[in-house]
């Protein structure tokens, strides 16, 4: 089944203790995106990546790292979180670019996150 | 700045039409798409424009008018399960994609 999966689903933590989610896509997708969604502010993308090797950041970068060694793997990484990164992320990837010539983006099912 | 601005909230009643209007304000304009948001759930993908008109998939259709900055969804026949939150969005000259803070749908029977 192509999909988006992400882990964890739920996380608890405590500020400044380094943790990472993982992404990972089984359609051969080149784009690969991080999106943060806070109430009454919709979706913010944080990074993205064109390619293995290649990222960038999108609107809210602070406080966030990311990796692209594999096609299909996109870890986002809090080295060191704080109370105003709890929020509900969601990856995302598509064929090629976001939505240049249609390609849709398929989303994972969110990690929802709350640093205490 | 780059904004997207879309209606919070629609009500609309069971079986009647519904059209979520949204203008934009971007650096550049690839495309205009659309995505749909149950609550607890990932957003899909509905529909996306690249140039100016209608673009229809059963129920629903998506307008585009790239010389007013402006688009909408039309979502006919609205059945419960249509009640959600709607999203349009928009890819920047930097392949940035910039997204409406979203509008929740209310479908009375």
């Known amino acids: 089944e192509a999909q988006v999966t992400q882990n964890p689903r739920y996380l608890i933590t405590v500020t400044g203790k380094k943790l990472t989610v993982t992404c990972s896509q089984n359609?051969?997708?080149?784009?690969m995106s991080w999106y943060r969604q806070d109430p009454g502010l919709g979706l913010r993308q944080i990074y993205y990546?064109?390619?293995?090797?290649?990222?960038d950041k999108g609107d809210v970068p602070e406080g966030y790292k990311v990796s692209r060694k594999e096609k299909r793997n996109f870890p986002l990484i809090l080295e060191s979180p704080s109370p105003n990164q709890t929020s509900l992320y969601f990856c995302a990837s598509s064929l090629l670019g976001p939505v240049r010539v249609g390609n849709e983006q398929y989303f994972g099912p969110g990690t929802r996150l709350t640093v205490t | 700045g780059q904004s997207l601005e879309q209606p919070s909230e629609v009500t609309a009643v069971e079986g009647a039409i519904v059209q979520i209007n949204c203008t934009y304000q971007?650096?550049?304009?690839?495309?205009l798409s659309w995505y749909q948001q149950h609550d607890g759930g990932a957003p899909t993908f509905l529909s996306y424009?690249?140039l100016d008109g209608l673009e229809e998939t059963g129920r629903f259709s998506s307008f585009l008018s790239r010389s007013d900055s402006y688009g909408y969804l039309l979502l006919q026949e609205l059945q419960m399960k249509d009640s959600a939150s709607y999203f349009c969005?928009?890819?920047?000259?930097?392949?940035?994609?910039?997204w409406g803070a979203g509008t929740k749908l209310i479908i009375k029977p």
């Open positions: 359609m051969n997708h080149e784009y």
């Open positions: 424009n690249a």
């Open positions: 990546s064109m390619n293995v090797e290649v990222t």
């Open positions: 971007t650096s550049g304009f690839y495309g």
């Open positions: 969005a928009v890819e920047d000259s930097n392949y940035q994609l910039i």
